[in-house]
Nanobody
């Protein structure tokens, strides 16, 4: 059994900052990529940022220069620092981890429950 537990999120004014964190626990052999997706009302879920075990990161064009992602491989955690937030960033943010539960398993994506981020004055 694998769990991803998110923390952070909430309501912030435009131009403000928030930090999301996610911890993976349970039967984990290794984790490839970790990251964050988001889904706004009426829109498809989209990738926000992802980071590999080697700390190679990629970002959606809409958040480049404003968001940073970091990871602690020893603790199986990933964090998303969101600065200069805009109303368009309002969405439910989902943590994910692509991981293996044992040496012979195929990597599979696991998801957190989602956390709401609202950017509004």
């Amino acid at each position: 059994q694998v769990q991803l537990v998110e923390s952070g999120g909430g309501l912030v004014q435009p131009g403000g900052s928030l930090r999301l964190s996610c911890a993976a626990s349970g039967r984990i052999f290794s984790i490839n990529a970790m990251g964050w997706y988001r889904q706004a009302p009426g829109k498809q879920r989209e990738l926000v940022a992802a980071i590999t075990s080697g700390n190679n990161a990629n970002f959606a064009d809409s958040v480049k220069g404003r968001f940073t992602i970091s990871r602690d491989n020893a603790k199986n955690t990933v964090s998303l620092q969101m600065n200069s937030l805009e109303p368009e960033d309002t969405a439910v943010y989902y943590c994910y981890a692509e991981l293996r539960t044992d040496w012979s398993s195929v990597p599979k994506a696991y998801w957190g429950q989602g956390t709401q981020v609202t950017v509004s004055s």
